[in-house]
């Protein structure tokens, strides 16, 4: 069918077919006379098309670090859910944890959509401001940039570490290695900053490079253990699953032999063996308030801001008092 058929069924131009198909106002009676025609003959308008003549695609593109990692889905999934709800699609693109690849992807996915948003981006601040010169539409996900003008919604990754590192100094650890992520990223940083000053705890950190990855956690684990630690610190909970499976191969009990955390409560975090001690992050409410901030920029309004929302401390199996 195409709207050369519904025009003629229902008696009216092409073009008025197409207003009304595009939400465009209509006299009532024409509107319902083009939806009946359009029904009865099983007519669908061809979104690309309607595109066409709105100027609006009704997609929002979204640029996330690493589709592999079960974090940002669980954000994604919320933001996809409300997204279709208001009858947008979503387009999604990975990066592939390259922060300079994220300018590029972002300005290809700006020519099809009609907002963005960043998820966790790791692309430098010059680069944001490259993007928020050139567009008005787009959003920031666990990336505070002052400056920029860019609404953001994020979690409080700061407060989250430093009632980790509170937790461990209850149990009576002194000595700690924190397996740090990347240096791009703007989480990474904040918990860093958190960890540094768990000093007033007593604590004493050494910081070991590693990467977002369970490779990353893995691998960093021999080198971790030459600081005599008596407790690891992970950069999120992939990390500290991939520490996990490299203590085990070194005949080292969790927690009894040391203790370990991690970040974020991805699912496999509470399934572990031992279960995995770390902060939950309200995946879903980030999903919700991008989406919520996406579709008032894009609507021409203005954005409020929400304050930092608050990831909880969730203790499980994997912490336990210091080894003596």
Known sequence: MTIRSVADAAGVSIATVSRVMSGQSVRSELADRVRSAAEDLGYQPNPSAQGLVSGLNRTVGVVVPDLANPYFNGVLKALNVDAARAGFRTLVADSDNDENEELEISRNLL????????????????????LAKESTNVVLVNRVAVGLGLPTVAVDAFGAMLELCGHLARLGHKKLAYLEGPAAAWQSVERRRAVEHAAAFGLDVAFVPAGPSIQHGHDAVDEALTHKPTALVAFNDLVALGALSRLRELNLRVPEDISLTGTDDIAFARFSTPSLTTTAAPQRRLGEGAWGLISAVMAGESAEESPLLKAEMVVRDSTGPAAR
């Open 111 to 130: 020519r099809y959509v009609d907002g963005l948003v960043l998820v966790s981006p790791r692309m430098p601040s010059e680069s944001l401001h490259v």
